[in-house]
């Protein structure tokens, strides 16, 4: 009987240990339903956070581990990226729009450039042209000057040879021009070694040589004669006197040499017979002429 009644303490003892075991199990059930569902409910606040920002087809990378030192990592990662994300300013809505214009403005600035390229190119070609045929007019007129220019100056200085050269450039456009003359009993040099007379003539022979290149039908010539001695006086003169002949050409001169004077046809002076009153007097020297030898013929 003892036995037995310490098999039921036994039992009642095992009974009370199950009951109580189960009440734990049940209790921890509950708790573990509380906790399935509170993650449920987040899980779907969560999801609809997700659709909320990234939209329904949203692809989320799987997490590597479900830690809390994981998720204590990726709760920073987020603050650092929100925190980031507010730095960068609020979304520029229309950011798509003004992309599209920069774009079209891109497109038409490229067609600019390439227009602009087109035209330059076009321009240098034309500017080659314009090169090629200036050479060419300028070397063309360069030997007439430079044929008349000798011819001239030997008319001038009774002999001796000069002419022109292009110097510092193969390039006639930007050549500069060198006068080389030789001057009867000289020997050949440059026009800054000449004397003052002989410089006058050879620029004299070279305005005149440009001259009869492309003659005007009037000349103005301002005391040109004014560093020349007689001899060199009556070869300008004679060569005025030809020039005239050949192309027509009137010369007005502005002179205070005798010698040129008598070799005009006409002069015109001013006089100032009271002071402060100018007056202009125009003689024909030629009717002059006759009016003093007509009566000297009648003699």
Do not use: W
Not at 35 to 60: I, P, S
Not at 88 to 95: D, Y
């Amino acid at each position: 009987l003892a036995a037995a009644e310490a098999e039921r303490q036994a039992a009642g003892e095992a009974r009370r240990a199950a009951d109580a075991a189960f009440a734990a199990a049940r209790e921890a059930q509950l708790r573990a339903e509380g906790a399935a569902e509170q993650a449920t409910v987040a899980a779907e606040a969560v999801e609809g956070r997700v659709v909320e920002r990234l939209g329904e087809n949203a692809e989320l990378p799987a997490p590597e581990e479900l830690t809390d030192a994981a998720e204590d990592k990726a709760r920073r990662k987020l603050e650092r990226l929100a925190r980031e994300r507010e730095e960068m300013g609020p979304v520029n809505l229309r950011a798509d729009v003004e992309m599209a214009e920069i774009e079209a403005r891109i497109a038409d600035i490229t067609r600019e450039r390439e227009e602009i390229g087109a035209a330059i190119a076009k321009l240098r070609g034309s500017i080659g042209h314009l090169n090629r045929e200036g050479r060419e007019r300028l070397r063309a007129v360069f030997d007439r000057v430079d044929t008349e220019f000798r011819s001239l100056f030997g008319r001038l200085f009774g002999g001796g040879r000069a002419h022109l050269a292009l110097v510092g450039s193969e390039d006639a456009l930007e050549a500069g021009l060198e006068i080389y003359a030789e001057p009867p009993g000289k020997k050949l040099s440059a026009l800054s070694l000449l004397s003052g007379g002989e410089q006058a003539l050879t620029a004299l022979s070279l305005i005149f040589a440009v001259f009869r290149c492309h003659p005007a039908p009037v000349c103005v010539l301002d005391e040109v004669d004014a560093p020349l001695d007689d001899a060199n006086v009556e070869r300008l003169c004679d060569l005025l006197d030809g020039m005239a002949a050949e192309s027509g050409t009137r010369f007005l001169v502005v002179t205070h040499h005798p010698l040129t004077m008598a070799r005009m046809h006409r002069l015109y002076g001013v006089t100032m017979q009271e002071r402060g009153v100018s007056r202009l007097l125009s003689v024909d020297l030629g009717r002059a002429v006759e009016l003093v030898e007509g009566p000297q013929a009648a003699e």
